[in-house]
């Protein structure tokens, strides 16, 4: 269907209600959403075995209030179905700054989405966010103030894949009390916890209503949406739930490049994973939902190079994480016991190749199942990585100049090892490194890099500092 026949259809997006109720030792949440005429939607999350003390010291005031901020981010999911031009929020307050940052959040969050359906987000009068009520200033929670820093705990959402792993092996060895958070759990997830030696993680389930995806069956819009903005504020309701001062995320600083430009506009696969939209988040935080929970993301210094190489280090994990997002797709819904890489996509390319430098040889190809530099048919997606085709790939890969980096270091390698280069590395020296001049001192300044632009509290930044230097 075409987004401008959708609109018209369907002119307004409403978000009714959100509540809360519990079910034993956990807690379910749920939202009412409808797009008239004849479209509802009754999305939900289990929160496991929260502690009943802390839901009495939170109160319900504030509980509510950070529920209504969780589904302001989860209707984007629904809200994409017809594009409306107009979301009502109905279930509570907004002013107008909370208005804007939605609208942002959406306009930029939402950039691939826009792309792919050939949707003129630019236009005069695109989105409007309308509210019944005005919003209130946000309580605090004095439970968590006069903590000493250096007891102050750390909620680490892991996703199964190697950033999560470095970040949960970095903090594990210091005086930080940390806790995996891990939504809808997989398991690669669960082995990269075991591999870690952590055990008791926060657990949220999701549910994603199944009518979306009967409207996605029939020709409704689909498409990205910005997955670490709702973790975001999922996880700030854990830690208020829990009792968690900082949340530590594991993006880097690679995730600020954009894949192209549409309208005038930088699409970002990652936005939701940049210093921008961090930046924004701490900044809502602190004004809408609780000024003493800190998030922040712990690798943001790093480039992905350098994280890989400090993954490197610990070879646990290797069999272990899974960063395929093809292999999530492949076995969705199924009862299939294994996930594994699936070898053919540009982030399978991408981690290979910025892990090769690092690992064994032969551990590489173990973990991945084969050696990726062997298939010819992977140089499109190489060329894309490099920036020598199209745009940069819609996954979670790093820039073009450290996939660039990634590629020679590996050509070095094998070379080295070797004496003889596999296709992939052949066709990477002879038609693309001629193209670029001081590869070898781009890549040693990638592996040595500092981003400043970062929140890291001091004694995070000590911590990453000492493992990125070493």
Known sequence: MKYSSLRKTHPKFFYHSCKTERAGKDLRVSFEFSIPPGISFSPALIIRDIPVKRVKEIGKEILNNLVF?????????????????????????????????????????????????????????????????????????????????????????????????????????????????????????RDVLEAAGIKNPVIVERTIDPKLLELNRKGYLNGHTPFSAYLAFLTTLAAALFGYKYIALSNEESSNEG?????????????????EFEENFREYCEIYLSPDIEY???????????????????????????????????????????????????????????????????????????NLFENPALIPLMQELTGEKRFKP?????????????????????????????????????????????????????????????FLPAQFEDILKKHAQS
């Not at 696969?269 to 940049?274: C, F, G, L, V």
């Not at 790093?398 to 992939?424: Q, V």
């Open 69 to 189: 901020n969780l589904g302001l981010v989860e209707m984007i999911s629904y809200w994409k179905a017809t594009c409306s031009p107009e979301i009502v929020v109905e279930a509570g307050p907004l002013d107008q700054k909370q208005k804007a940052w939605f609208k942002n959040l959406i306009l930029k969050g939402m950039g691939e989405y826009f792309y792919k359906n050939k949707i003129n987000f630019t236009s005069p009068n695109f989105l409007k966010i309308a509210s019944l009520t005005t919003s209130l200033t946000p309580l605090s929670y004095p439970h968590l103030n006069g903590v000493k820093e250096n007891q102050q705990r750390t909620l680490v959402p892991v996703g199964g894949g190697k950033d999560g792993a470095v970040t949960l092996e970095l903090l594990k060895e210091t005086n930080i009390k940390l806790r995996p958070f891990l939504l809808n759990p997989k398991k690669e997830q």
């Open 259 to 275: 894949n192209l430009r549409y309208l005038g506009k930088t699409i970002n696969h990652q936005y939701s994973k940049t210093y």
């Open 296 to 370: 922040f993301s712990f690798l943001r210094p790093l480039s992905e190079l350098q994280i890989a190489k400090i993954f490197a280090r610990y070879p646990q994990y290797f069999p272990a994480f899974l960063s395929c997002n093809t292999a999530h797709k492949t076995y969705s819904g199924t009862k299939h016991p294994e996930r594994t890489w699936c070898k053919t996509c540009p982030k399978c390319l991408f981690v290979f190749a910025i892990l090769y430098p690092f690992v064994p040889s032969q551990t590489l190809v173990e973990t991945f199942g084969g």
């Open 394 to 454: 819609f996954e979670c890969v790093g820039t073009a100049k450290e996939s660039i980096a990634a590629f020679f270091l590996s050509a070095k390698k094998a070379e080295r090892e070797d004496g003889e280069l596999p296709g992939l590395l052949v066709y990477f020296k002879k038609r693309i490194l001629p193209r670029r001049k001081n590869i070898a001192k781009t890549a040693a300044r990638i592996l040595s890099s500092w981003n400043r632009r970062h």
